[in-house]
Every structure is written in C-alpha cells, then in structure tokens.
C-alpha cells in the first residue's frame, strides 16, 4: 500500500489549478495486474474509485464555496508501468480550465487540511522476488506550471523466506518444584524474528496450546509425576509461518512428590467487634493458620489459587444471615507467590464484614455467629493425604501425632479450648452494640 501526499504550502500566493501526480512503477519489481486504484482526497473532499480499479474519472463539485469543479482523471498505464492522477479544476459553465489565474481548487494550506491532497493504491510484489530484495519507489508531483517534486525515495525489502525456531532447553526448577523452565531460540533471514507459538504435552498427549510471545523463555506450571515435552512455531515480522516446526523437545518428568498434608492449626478473630448507630457495618480481620504437614514443599503462585485453597465461613447463631466473607487484600496478608516448606505455617486474613447481631447482650451465651475454615489441597492440583485436619474447629481427644512428616507433629486439634483442656469448640464472634 503506497500513499503519495502533496501540500500547497500556507506561504503559496494562490490557490493550485491543476496537479499532477505520477509514479513510475518497476515491471520487474511489482506485478501490475495487481495494481488498484485507492481512496483519492484533497481537502475535506475524498472520492473511492470501484476496488481493483486501473482507471477512474470523477468530477467533485465544490459549489457554494468554490465555484468550480475539479475533474481526477486516475489511470494506470500497463504498458510503461506509470500510475498518473490529474486534478483539473473546471468552469461550470464552460468545463473549460478557469480563465481567472487566482481561480484554483487547493487552497494555500493555512487552515489544514484545507490545502492538503493525497492518493493511495496498492500493488504486489512480483511472486519470484527472492529474500532481501529492494523495492524502491518515488512519486513526483507537479503544481500547475512549477517545477516538479520529488518525492523521498521510499524501500520495500521482500522476505518470503520462513523463520525457524526449535526448544533449547527444558528443566525442571528443583526436585520437588512443579515449574519447568523453559527455553527456546529463532532465526529468520530478512525481517527478523516476531513471535513464538509454544505447545505442550502432558504424558506423550497431543499438544495444546500453551502462550504466543517474543520471549524466548518463560515457565511452565505441570503436575507432579507428569512428563512434559514442548515445541515452537515462529512467525516472522512480515507473516511468515515456520514450515517445517523443528522436533519436539525430549519429555522432561517431574518428580513424585507426594503425599501432601495441609492442616488448618489455628482460627483467631478480632478480639472486639462492635456496631453503633455510626458505624452500622463493620470490618472484622479473621486469621486462619495454615500448616504444610508434608515432607515436601508446597506453593501458592497467586491470590486466586490462596481463595481456593483456604476458605472461611462465619455462620449466623439466629435470625441474622451469615456474614460476608472475603480474602483481605494488603497488610497483614503475605505476598505471593509464597513457598510452604515441611512444618512450616502460613496466616491467610479474611475479612467478614458483619452488619447485623442476634443478640445485643455480649458475654458468655451471647455470640452472634460462629467461624468454620477449611483448606482444599486440591487447588494446588494434589489429593490430600490425610483429611483429617483439614477443617477448623476439630476435636482430637488425646491429642495423636500427625502422620506426615516424621510423625512427630502433635495434632491437638483445633479451634476454642473446650472444658477439661483439648481443642476443637466452636470460634465463636461476640458483636457488641454500642
């Protein structure tokens, strides 16, 4: 697609009567069977020759403002190659050239685009153009009776030759990490490198999509246990598609590292929740504690998969409704992603938002909804091994040891300290009124 702009500058002493515009096209570069014809403008006035257009008249009446009309006579010659575009301004009554010499179509540009024109076409390279080709093109312009202008010189360089590409490297990031990392490389001849379309394959599967970017590198999250090749097509910077996609990368395993046990250990509301007539709705910080009981790392890579992995519910005690809950966004709650290490604890912060109680008398018999957390091991892709710690309050009576690790975490339950010493009554949420 060519455009060739023309000006009659804002300094010019009267309006132009007649442009010509012309462009000698290379036969030996462009094949001009496929030259058309494109939108022809000058001022606020534009005409659309019929698409694939060689030849084109029109006559654009500028009546009231200007008591002329301007005949575009555009054509292409086939057999020399050259494109002309020619602006004729015309007496209506006559359709003669004006005999006035200050009568003109385009203006001096003081007011753009008021004396501004341009026409466009396209044409296409010719099919056995070769890689690294140059095609260049000038236009040349010519008001009235002035000397001709000359357009920049502007260069189109042909790449028909496709890119290629293939994965470098595929490793896996630690022994019990369920992230690979991934690597791949391209080259293309002319236009340069665009983008990378990268596949994968779970378990010798068909592969499915996986991401399209001008990376050469990024991470793949798997399964453990799972194997996992990739491969890449690329795709140059003038559309070229690799045509023969390199071999895919060997099958990388991850390694097994399950059983996996995560237990909720702890539930602590706010130790003072209270509504007035000013503040008839409240926010309350609940903090549930999370502990990995596995031998093997866990992590949690972003906040949608913490909102699946550890829920809150705060239960209306009558006729209330049950309180919202959501997962707090900033302080007191960990950045992510976060890496739980065997033993090691995690505080999620929910907020619940109470606006209502049961029972404006505050004290023992009184509370007004009760808490119940629980963890999914499942959102991090994992069945756990040992369920049953995986919601708060729970009863343990004694107290036994958690199977996972080494067998020497005492379970002792969880949730309020129940009469006699164990663990596990009810979290229980006592809203005053004030």
């Known amino acids: 697609r060519y455009v060739i702009e023309f000006e009659n500058e804002p300094s010019a002493t009267a309006p132009a009567a007649e442009v010509v515009v012309t462009d000698q096209l290379d036969p030996n570069s462009v094949d001009l069977a496929s030259f ?10 534009q005409v659309l020759p019929p698409p694939g257009s060689t030849d ?10 200007n008591d002329l009309l301007v005949r575009i006579v555009a054509k292409l010659d086939s057999m020399t190659g050259i494109a002309t575009w020619r602006f004729t ?8 050239p004006p005999t006035d010499p200050l009568a003109g179509f385009l203006p001096p540009n003081v007011k753009p685009p008021e004396g501004d024109g341009h026409v466009v076409f396209t044409v296409a390279p010719k099919g056995s153009l070769a890689t690294s080709t140059r095609i260049a093109n000038q236009a040349r312009i010519v008001f009235d009776t002035n000397d001709p202008i000359d ?4 260069v189109n360089t042909i790449d028909v030759t496709p890119p290629t590409s293939h994965i470098t490297s595929v490793t896996a990031v630690g022994a019990c990490s369920r992230d690979l990392d991934v690597s791949w490389s391209g080259s293309d001849v ?3 490198v665009g983008a990378f379309a990268l596949s994968g394959a779970e ?12 990376a050469t590198s990024a991470t793949y999250h798997g399964k453990w246990g799972k194997s996992y090749a990739f491969r890449s097509v690329v795709t140059d910077r003038a559309g070229n598609v690799e045509a023969s996609p390199a071999p895919a990368s060997q099958p990388v395993t991850l390694g097994n590292c399950g059983p996996h046990d995560l237990a909720v250990t702890k539930v602590v509301p706010s130790a003072k929740v209270t509504l007035s007539a000013k503040h008839p709705a409240i926010r309350s910080l609940v903090k549930v504690e999370v502990q990995n009981r596995s031998p093997n790392p866990q992590t949690i890579d972003d906040v949608a998969t913490l909102a699946r992995l550890v829920t809150l519910q705060a239960h209306s005690l009558g006729a209330c409704p049950d ?3 959501a997962l707090h966004s900033g302080k007191p709650q960990k950045p ?8 090691a604890k995690l505080t999620v912060v929910f907020d619940v938002i109470i606006e209502c109680m049961n029972d404006s008398a505050a004290g023992a018999g009184h509370a007004d909804f009760s808490l119940t957390a629980t963890v999914d091991e499942t959102s991090l892709g994992d069945a756990d091994a040992h369920a049953l710690d995986d919601t708060c309050p729970r009863v343990v009576d004694p107290p036994v040891k958690d199977p996972f690790p080494n067998g020497k975490i005492a379970e002792k339950g969880c949730g309020a300290k129940q009469a006699g010493g164990p663990l596990g009554g009810p979290i229980l949420v006592d809203v005053k009124l004030k």
């Open 36 to 45: 058309s014809l494109g939108p022809i403008d000058f001022g606020a006035h």
């Open 56 to 65: 084109f008249t029109a006559d654009v009446d500028l009546r009231p403002a």
């Open 89 to 96: 301004s015309l007496d209506p009554a006559t359709m003669q």
């Open 151 to 154: 357009t920049p010189v502007w």
């Open 190 to 192: 002319g236009s340069g």
């Open 203 to 214: 378990d010798g599967g068909p592969f499915t999509p996986w991401l399209t970017t001008a």
């Open 323 to 325: 309180a919202t809950v």
């Open 336 to 343: 992510l992603p976060r890496t739980l290490k065997s033993k």
